[in-house]
């Protein structure tokens, strides 16, 4: 199975303009995450999804929305980016058991540059 | 506010010889804490998961510990191998729900021959 994929690999855009990240999972995992990864610094939930049909703030959630409108895909969008979101971008799913033990399993990742 | 800080920031090892890296947390109550590895260029994976009531658990030649009263977990690496230059991260969730977790910034390790 592919377990999660991003896309795109990289990407470098202008200040300003707008653009969507892509996350699918096969593992039918309910819950979905999004997390930004910067240097010096942890990785950050941006925004989660807990089922779909149900999205959340994570730490980090200003000038980012996301939607989850099937089990498999968690789009991120940037409405208009700024340079500090310059970072890489990890999707992630996990399937949620209660007790707070469940595994996320990452995607590649997706570097983008906003300049 | 929980946090995780982990040691060294960064280390260099010889292939086959061993190392020990620290994470230090502060979330109360506790439920558990994960070691994940995260490859250059690649997503982290799990390497383990140490819940309150363990001490000690084995995957492979990695070993993590955790001693839940002081807030400290260890994960060591023996005869280390040039697949095992990575980096390290320790997470703890947070007491606000299973989403909410703290990642520290992670060990870089690079093993050398």
């Known amino acids: 199975t592919a377990g999660i994929t991003q896309a795109p690999t990289s990407q470098i855009l202008a200040a300003g303009r707008s653009m969507t990240l892509r996350c699918t999972q096969d593992?039918?995992?309910?819950?979905m995450y999004w997390y930004r990864q910067d240097l010096g610094l942890g990785l950050r939930l941006i925004h989660y999804s807990n089922t779909a049909g149900t999205t959340g703030k994570g730490e980090v959630p200003d000038g980012y929305s996301v939607s989850r409108a099937n089990t498999d895909d968690f789009p991120l969008t940037l409405a208009s980016a700024v340079p500090s979101q310059t970072s890489v971008y990890f999707c992630a799913s996990s399937d949620p058991s209660g007790s707070g033990t469940d595994t996320q399993y990452f995607g590649p990742g997706t570097r983008l540059t906003v300049l | 506010k929980n946090q995780v800080e982990q040691s060294p920031q960064s280390l260099i090892i010889l292939e086959g010889k061993n190392c020990t890296l620290q994470c230090n947390y502060t979330v109360s109550p506790f439920s558990n804490l994960r070691w994940y590895k995260q490859d250059t260029g690649r997503g982290p994976v799990s390497l383990t998961i140490m819940t309150f009531s363990e001490n000690t658990k084995s995957n492979g030649r990695y070993t993590a510990t955790l001693d839940a009263d002081t807030k400290q977990s260890s994960l060591h690496i023996t005869a280390s191998q040039l697949s095992d230059s990575a980096s390290y991260i320790c997470v703890v969730p947070n007491s606000g729900g299973y989403q909410k977790v703290t990642f520290g910034i992670g060990t870089k390790l690079q093993v050398i021959p």
């Open positions: 593992m039918r995992h309910n819950a």
